[in-house]
């Protein structure tokens, strides 16, 4: 039997899961060992903020199976708001355990998204690292929504244990959620943004004394300062104001 989930803490009127890196590692480890089928989506400050914008990508996060906090401001705003999470799961670590167990456990990942050459990239780092036994298959980013059920037919027919969707939200949730019932056979699917882009070094991750201290996003910004200012600079300040409205009308 799978077992149930960890208490939920609500920020900013999203329930978010309170699981620590190792818990949400074992509990994908007994959905595929008991055959389940969960979908997971990971929350940063800007996703919360995107959330309050889009209703329809509130939609597709809220029918996820667990939702986990990435960002470290969630972090710090669950102790501000008095209802501390356990630890940031970041989602690129998360991406990286999981395929390490899949070695060990004998289990099968698909790769979806991402330019052509970036996917290919990170299948060979994975397979290069591990073995060819993890890959059930993959495929970019790049289709028509028309195309979406062919594709997670595709997928379901691989015998992919695994699902890492890297593309942009809201396509990679819209799919997900749309699709959720053709990709039943695969016991863990997720979102992951551009971690593929990461894997790939194509972009950097902050040093980790930076990660901890909830700078990362800085740390991107500077990389990028004329695709990002508005992302950061501007959702981190709708995201502080949102912290503080919940925190003092409680």
């Given at each position: 039997?799978?077992?149930?989930?960890?208490?939920k803490?609500?920020?900013?009127?999203?329930?978010?899961?309170?699981?620590?890196?190792?818990?949400?590692?074992?509990?994908?480890?007994?959905?595929?060992?008991?055959?389940?089928?969960?979908?997971?989506t990971?929350?940063?400050?800007?996703?919360?903020?995107?959330i309050?914008?889009?209703?329809?990508?509130?939609?597709?996060?809220?029918?996820?199976?667990?939702?986990?906090?990435?960002?470290?401001?969630?972090?710090?705003?669950?102790?501000?708001?008095?209802?501390?999470?356990?630890?940031?799961?970041?989602?690129?670590?998360?991406?990286?355990n999981?395929?390490?167990?899949?070695?060990?456990?004998?289990?099968?990942?698909?790769?979806?998204?991402?330019?052509?050459?970036?996917?290919?990239?990170?299948?060979?780092?994975?397979?290069?690292?591990?073995?060819?036994?993890?890959?059930?298959?993959?495929?970019?980013?790049?289709?028509?929504?028309?195309?979406?059920?062919?594709?997670a037919?595709?997928?379901?027919?691989?015998?992919?244990?695994?699902?890492?969707?890297?593309?942009?939200s809201?396509?990679?949730?819209?799919?997900?959620?749309?699709?959720?019932?053709?990709?039943?056979?695969?016991n863990?699917?997720?979102?992951?943004?551009?971690?593929?882009?990461?894997?790939?070094?194509?972009?950097?991750?902050?040093p980790?004394?930076?990660?901890?201290?909830?700078?990362?996003w800085?740390?991107?910004?500077?990389?990028?300062?004329?695709?990002?200012?508005?992302?950061?600079?501007?959702?981190?300040?709708k995201?502080?104001?949102?912290?503080?409205?919940?925190?003092?009308?409680?």
């Open positions: 039997m799978i077992s149930n989930l960890q208490q803490v609500d920020i900013c009127g999203l329930s978010i899961d309170n699981l620590t890196m190792q818990e949400t590692i074992d509990f994908v480890d007994n959905t595929i060992t008991y055959q389940g089928d969960i979908t997971l990971d929350i940063n400050a800007g996703k919360i903020i995107q309050h914008e889009d209703a329809q990508l509130k939609y597709f996060v809220e029918q996820s199976d667990i939702i986990q906090a990435d960002g470290q401001s969630v972090i710090w705003a669950s102790k501000l708001l008095k209802k501390p999470l356990k630890e940031r799961v970041a989602g690129v670590d998360l991406v990286e999981l395929i390490r167990q899949a070695h060990v456990k004998g289990h099968k990942v698909f790769f979806f998204g991402a330019q052509e050459e970036v996917v290919k990239e990170v299948v060979n780092r994975f397979v290069n690292k591990y073995s060819k036994k993890i890959l059930a298959g993959y495929r970019n980013g790049y289709f028509k929504h028309s195309e979406a059920p062919s594709i037919k595709q997928i379901a027919d691989s015998g992919a244990n695994l699902l890492f969707v890297a593309i942009t809201p396509i990679q949730e819209k799919f997900l959620i749309e699709n959720k019932k053709e990709l039943k056979p695969v863990f699917k997720m979102g992951v943004g551009g971690s593929f882009d990461v894997f790939a070094g194509k972009t950097k991750r902050a980790a004394w930076m990660q901890n201290a909830g700078l990362e800085f740390y991107r910004f500077a990389q990028e300062p004329r695709r990002m200012w508005k992302r950061y600079l501007v959702g981190n300040s995201f502080i104001y949102l912290v503080i409205k919940e925190r003092f009308s409680n």
